[in-house]
């Protein structure tokens, strides 16, 4: 069984940087694209940022571009999103999960929340 436990999140203010983490458990991560996705109350869950498998090819929502940095420790089986020059509008539960564009996610952790705000 697949399960993600993220973790990082909290209270920060507009500007303040943030990184969350996410460990997998029941599967390897490294032969999959792994992605951070997230949810702002009221709102569906988006996909914010991808990684490849090998780490080295990364992709992001034009919203987040040149502030989130995704990364990945494939010996560690875990997943990061390091989050900078934060916005209130990033308010939002972050999740890691499969990269939807190559497959169905698996099961969903209970994700970390990020809240901006002054």
């Known amino acids: 069984q697949v399960r993600f436990v993220e973790s990082g999140g909290g209270l920060v203010q507009p500007g303040e940087s943030l990184t969350v983490s996410c460990r997998a458990s029941g599967i390897n991560l490294s032969p999959y694209s792994m992605a951070w996705y997230r949810q702002a109350p009221g709102k569906q869950r988006e996909l914010v940022a991808d990684?490849?498998?090998?780490?080295?090819?990364?992709k992001y929502q034009e919203s987040v571009k040149g502030r989130f940095t995704v990364s990945r420790d494939n010996s560690k089986n875990m997943v990061f999103l390091h989050m900078t020059s934060l916005k209130p509008e990033d308010t939002a539960v972050y999740y890691c999960?499969?990269?939807?564009?190559?497959?169905?996610?698996?099961?969903w952790g209970q994700g970390t929340q990020v809240t901006v705000s002054s």
């Open positions: 999960n499969r990269n939807r564009r190559f497959g169905n996610p698996w099961s």
């Open positions: 990684i490849n498998p090998g780490g080295d090819d990364t």
